[in-house]
């Protein structure tokens, strides 16, 4: 069954930064859009970022645009989070997915569309 793994979360300091990584071994991202998530606890999973598959167009929740940079290798299967400016909102457990219906990512981001999702990784914004 596939699951992506993510990493690079970890305690972090207002105004720091963090990459985070996501591949899945032996599976590969050609063809999808590939999505970022997080969830803090006691809210619901949100979309963080999304990341096209051929053209590489982008798109941001207005919480991190100018801060946050997705991007991929598709060589590698592998696609990041590079997180700046990072804010204490910012805590939560980030997630990583692909997009099973599209290859852009499309207006309207739909958690429905997301499949693969692992275990995430903690991210923690504190002094």
């Known amino acids: 069954q596939v699951q992506f793994v993510e990493s690079g979360g970890a305690l972090a300091q207002p105004g720091g930064s963090l990459t985070l990584s996501c591949a899945a071994p032996?599976?590969?991202?050609?063809?999808?859009?590939m999505g970022w998530f997080r969830q803090a606890p006691g809210k619901e999973r949100e979309v963080v970022s999304c990341i096209s598959y051929s053209d590489r167009s982008t798109y941001y929740a207005d919480s991190v645009k100018g801060r946050f940079t997705i991007s991929r290798d598709n060589a590698k299967n592998t696609v990041y989070l590079q997180m700046n400016t990072l804010k204490p909102e910012d805590t939560a457990v980030y997630y990583c997915?692909?997009?099973?219906?599209?290859?852009?990512?499309?207006?309207?981001?739909?958690?429905?569309?997301?499949?693969?999702w692992g275990q995430g990784t903690q991210v923690t914004v504190s002094s």
């Open positions: 997915a692909a997009d099973i219906t599209h290859s852009r990512c499309p207006s309207t981001i739909r958690l429905y569309d997301y499949r693969y």
């Open positions: 032996g599976f590969s991202l050609d063809y999808y859009a």
